[in-house]
């Protein structure tokens, strides 16, 4: 015998012949979201060949929007034709996974609802991820190469150093450094060596033609001398005195 009155379950039948009534409806009046119609036919052109990309792109994202709409309302009407027919069959209201009576006011709520509150299907899914991620793994943005010793490609990480050194709104006080000198000093591992592998290649430089070595006083330079990692009297650093005084 169902936890259901007769007066509880005719204002739920009610409540679901509304909502069928109310999605053929639409889909008669709308004709499908338009999608009956070939999508040159939308646009009244024989060809989108000389439109600007921009507006092809416009068509195109209102194309997938109605897509999506009519993709959404056919589902509904299938779960609420679903509803129906377990109405007709006697076991409406009833979870088909525990078959525990579901709450009055659940199916007022969600009246095309097979599942009580505790057993609902993928509650969550916000939390999915594009199927194309299996595919496209690691998904750009979100990896660190860093630690791995067999990876040496461009990662996210390298992106956002790329992007935040040319500035952001952070003060010295959010730097992963807390001893920066310099707001060129701020962005995620700004010591990183990039594009040389030996700290002394960053400073040493040549002409086109690989002759008259020139060292560049950078501060990458001051930090090899500092640390004894060169010979200073190589290259000396030079004191430039004023003649006038």
Not at 29 to 55: A, K, Q, R, V, W
Not at 169 to 175: K, L
Not at 201 to 226: C, P, Q, W
């Amino acid at each position: 015998m169902s936890h259901l009155s007769e007066q509880q379950i005719r204002e739920l039948n009610l409540q679901l012949l509304e909502e069928k009534l109310d999605l053929e409806r639409h889909f008669g009046t709308n004709d499908n979201f338009g999608l009956s119609h070939s999508f040159i036919d939308s646009i009244g052109e024989l060809s989108m060949y000389d439109n600007h990309p921009g507006d092809i792109a416009s068509e195109l994202y209102e194309r997938e929007k109605d897509i999506s709409l009519n993709e959404h309302a056919e589902f509904h009407l299938t779960q609420v034709n679903e509803a129906l027919a377990h109405m007709d069959q006697g076991d409406y209201g009833i979870c088909i996974f525990c078959k525990a009576p579901i709450a009055f006011e659940r199916l007022q709520a969600i009246p095309t609802t097979l599942y009580c509150f505790e057993h609902v299907p993928d509650p969550h899914v916000s939390d999915r991820r594009p199927v194309e991620e299996q595919v496209l793994f690691p998904p750009f943005g979100r990896t660190s190469m860093d630690e791995r010793d067999d990876e040496t490609e461009f990662d996210g990480e390298d992106a956002w150093q790329i992007v935040e050194s040319w500035g952001t709104s952070n003060t010295p006080a959010f730097a992963e450094d807390p001893n920066v000198e310099n707001y060129n000093e701020m962005y995620i591992e700004a010591d990183e060596q990039v594009g040389y592998v030996e700290s002394f290649e960053s400073f040493v430089a040549t002409d086109l033609y690989g002759e008259h070595v020139m060292i560049v006083r950078s501060k990458a330079y001051r930090n090899y001398i500092d640390n004894g990692e060169g010979d200073p009297l190589l290259e000396p650093d030079q004191t430039y005195v004023d003649d006038e005084k």
